[in-house]
C-alpha cells in the first residue's frame, strides 16, 4: 500500500507562485510513477505534470509548461510541484497520484491518491 499526503496549497495572487509537496510512504518507489493532476469544479480531473521515479524523467501539460516543474527528493520520499507564473485558471484542487509502472496522463490509471489541495489563484 502507498500512501500520499499533499501540503503546500493556499491563496495566491495572480503572477505568483507556490510549492506543492507529496509526502510517499509504504513502498519502495523505484518502478513508481508519480503524477500532479488538478480538479475545478464541475470539470473533469485532469493531467498536470508526472515523473517517473526512476530516472526521473518528466511530462507536462501543455497549459503548465513552462510554468510549473514537478521533482522529487529521494532521501526524502516525496514530490514536489513548483507553480510560478500562476493564473486564476490554475484554481482548483491539486492531487498526488501514483501508479506502478510507466508514467501516464490518465487518471483512471493511477492506484493511490492523496486527499488533495486547495490551490486558488485571485485575480
Known amino acids: 500500500q502507498v500512501q500520499l499526503v499533499e501540503s503546500g496549497g493556499g491563496l495566491v495572487q495572480a503572477g505568483g507562485s507556490l510549492r506543492l509537496s507529496c509526502a510517499v510512504s509504504?513502498?519502495?518507489?523505484?518502478?513508481?510513477?508519480m503524477g500532479w493532476f488538478r480538479q475545478a469544479p464541475g470539470k473533469e480531473r485532469e493531467f498536470v505534470a508526472g515523473?517517473?521515479?526512476?530516472?526521473?524523467?518528466?511530462y507536462y501539460a501543455d497549459s503548465v509548461k513552462g510554468r510549473f516543474i514537478i521533482s522529487r527528493d529521494n532521501a526524502k520520499n516525496t514530490v514536489y510541484l513548483q507553480m510560478n507564473s500562476l493564473k486564476p485558471e490554475d484554481t482548483a484542487v491539486y492531487y498526488c497520484?501514483?501508479?506502478?509502472?510507466?508514467?501516464?496522463?490518465?487518471?483512471?490509471?493511477?492506484?493511490?491518491w492523496g486527499q488533495g489541495t486547495q490551490v486558488t489563484v485571485s485575480s
Open positions: 497520484a501514483a501508479r506502478w509502472g510507466i508514467s501516464s496522463t490518465t487518471h483512471r490509471e493511477y492506484d493511490y
Open positions: 509504504g513502498r519502495t518507489l523505484s518502478n513508481y510513477a
Open positions: 515523473l517517473r521515479w526512476s530516472g526521473g524523467a518528466t
